[in-house]
């Protein structure tokens, strides 16, 4: 039986699953509290710069080729994607850099350079990640988190191992290295948590990495939300902006309408693809599954403080996307998950599109987009946000050897308090709950209220977990469940 299905935001979770159930047969409506869609991967367009204001890094690829495919179509029909040649740079101190190449021989031999023996472990490495995820990628992620046994498997039951040991043991054990050890730690950080926490298994990542590489679709990842918006209208979803969703509204046990800027919008089944836990405050307590003092005790993703920036010229020594570890790694990471505030030395990363992008800025300029990870809830003021660009800045000038501070045209800024208000992100966070081994599957919040029917949830904070690719899948796995139990 077709329904009508009303959704809550239109992040990359929401628009995949608006495009499944559409596909159904579905009535679909998606409801977005802001101007334009796209969630937290919005586009910001400023005297001819063009700036992801979200996500930037394309990784994965096979993950949104497998999602247009369940249309019949391909990522190519949409937008253009280009391989980044060398896929980024890591900055360790003034004029010490590691440059990723985009395919793993020449990583290997990188490697090798700095520690005699490590290619071949790298490459023993990589072969495990890349079992890791095509168990995980072709299989696991997939699966709703109703159950732990879901999780067992052939295959998973083989690696129990790796379930209890950590990335860091794993990375450690096998490179002495530091540049090594960080350059291969870094990739978990996309799933908001310390290497030391994170399973083993997760090492996929790894692969994700250097086995199939970094891409940068042209005009950036906003082209993904252009492309879902058009296929989810092809598909006969209607997209409202400028539309807050104020409550869900429930009867007998039964979610029946939202109260959209102050207006009643009826319908079968309700997805939220918002924010779970604001989610969750759009009902009366008693329908809520998780109260207050149960997310207080999760585990966050870090929240960012995030600068877009346009330079008159084009800054040299720096790749598409660089990051900069010449900070001590573990004292950020202390200072984002054990001891929450501001850090004295933060590492950053940088990402300047129109290195790639002759769209990105005007010709002879350069767009920059910087990122600080932070712990979600710290205080957030603009005095704070200046000390902190001033600070990256004077590294930046002095790693690349180069003066840019009276280059720029203009900036922007984006942190905690642009998360909770543009967003409704819980302590504004930035990229949802952290995968750690008790956050992991089954153990995550739920897609499928438990207390009222026809109501379910998609997005960063539940299953599979945080990321762009699994923001996909958890749009595929959501519109299963509804077409299965509603």
């Known amino acids: 039986m077709k329904k009508s299905i009303a959704i809550i935001g239109s992040g990359f979770s929401a628009l995949a699953a608006a495009c499944y159930l559409a596909k159904e047969g579905n009535n679909v409506t998606i409801y977005e509290k802001n101007s334009t869609i796209g969630g937290r991967a919005r586009q910001l367009k400023k005297e ?72 071949l472990k790298l490459q023993n490495f990589i072969d495990d990640a890349k079992k890791n995820y095509d168990i995980a990628i072709k299989d696991l992620v997939y699966r709703p988190g109703l159950s732990p046994l879901e999780l ?8 129990i191992n790796q379930f209890l040991g950590t990335i860091s043991k794993d990375v450690r054990r096998k490179f002495k ?18 290497p030391s926490d994170t399973p083993s298994f997760y090492n996929f990542m790894n692969y994700a990495d250097f086995g199939l590489g970094t891409f940068h679709p042209k005009n950036g990842m ?32 039964k979610a029946t309408s939202l109260i959209v800027n102050g207006n009643k919008e009826t319908a079968d089944v309700i997805l939220s693809g918002a924010d779970y836990h604001h989610s969750e405050t759009l ?54 998950y054990d001891n929450p505030k501001w850090p004295d030395e933060p590492l950053f990363y940088a990402s300047f599109p129109s290195k790639t992008d002759t769209n990105s800025a005007p010709e002879g300029r350069e767009a920059a987009i910087f990122l600080i990870p932070l712990a979600p809830g ?13 600070k990256i800045i004077t590294r930046l000038e002095k790693l690349t050897n180069q003066e840019v501070k009276n ?5 922007e800024s984006f942190c905690v308090n642009d998360f909770i208000k543009d967003y409704n992100s819980y302590k504004g966070n930035a990229y949802g709950m952290a995968n750690t081994l ?28 945080p990321g762009v690719p699994p923001s996909l899948i958890s749009g595929k796995i959501v519109s299963e469940l509804i077409q299965k139990y509603s």
């Open 48 to 119: 001819g710069f063009t700036f992801d204001i979200g996500p930037t890094w394309y990784w994965m690829p096979d993950v949104f080729e497998r999602f247009f495919n369940d249309f019949g179509k391909k990522p190519s029909d949409y937008y253009e994607l280009i391989k980044l040649s060398p896929a980024y740079q890591v900055y360790f101190g003034t004029n010490d850099f590691v440059t990723i190449s985009d395919n793993l021989e020449a990583i290997k031999d990188t490697f090798e350079t700095i520690e005699k023996g490590s290619g």
């Open 378 to 390: 710290l205080e957030d003021t603009p005095e704070l946000r200046n000390k902190y660009f001033d």
């Open 222 to 253: 906003y082209s993904v939300i252009l492309a879902m918006e058009s296929l989810a209208k092809e598909l006969g979803v209607t997209i409202h902006t400028n539309s807050n969703v104020e409550k869900i509204e429930v009867q007998n046990k």
């Open 283 to 336: 009902l009366d307590a008693n329908h809520r599954m998780y109260s207050e003092k149960y997310w207080d005790k999760k585990i966050f993703a870090p929240s960012s403080l995030l600068f877009y920036v346009g330079f008159d010229k084009k800054i040299a020594n720096v790749e598409h996307h660089s990051l900069f570890f010449d900070v001590d790694f573990d004292i950020h990471a202390r200072d984002i």
């Open 177 to 194: 290295n530091k540049k090594l050890i960080q350059i291969l730690e870094f990739p978990v950080l996309f799933l908001g948590a310390k």
């Open 438 to 465: 008790l956050q992991t599957a089954f153990l995550r919040p739920k897609l499928m209220s438990k207390k009222v029917k026809d109501l379910y949830f998609t997005g960063q904070l539940t299953v599979p977990g």
């Open 407 to 411: 280059n720029i045209l203009f900036k």
């Open 152 to 159: 067992i498997t052939l295959e998973t039951s083989k690696k």
